[in-house]
């Protein structure tokens, strides 16, 4: 059974940083493009990031530009997100992502609070 599971959120002071994962499992990691989502309270789930197979091309929202860097580990069947800089309107709960042929992944979601 096709899994993403993510960790690392936690509450951190504005210019603070985190480092979020998610480790798959259930199917081969590395020929699936990765992305992480967010969904800050009130307001609808929103794309930050994505990352293909071989980590040759990432892309990202213009507001985390410069601040936020996917990665992926195909070894180890996990994607990262670092987070640095980070703002109050950072604030909601992380989710990773990927799609199949025959339909799509959530993880469950990790929260993040950016606040002093």
């Known amino acids: 059974q096709e899994q993403l599971v993510e960790s690392g959120g936690g509450l951190v002071q504005p210019g603070g940083s985190l480092t979020l994962s998610c480790v798959a499992s259930?199917?081969?990691?590395?020929?699936?493009r990765i992305w992480w989502y967010r969904q800050a309270p009130g307001k609808e789930r929103e794309w930050v990031a994505g990352i293909v197979t071989t980590s040759d091309s990432a892309t990202y929202e213009d507001s985390v530009k410069g601040r936020f860097t996917i990665s992926r580990d195909n070894a180890k069947n996990t994607a990262y997100l670092e987070m640095n800089n980070l703002k109050p309107e950072d604030t909601g709960v992380y989710y990773c992502?990927?799609?199949?042929?025959?339909?799509?992944?959530w993880g469950q979601g990790t929260r993040v609070t950016v606040s002093s």
């Open positions: 259930g199917y081969t990691f590395s020929d699936y």
């Open positions: 992502y990927t799609s199949f042929s025959w339909g799509v992944l």
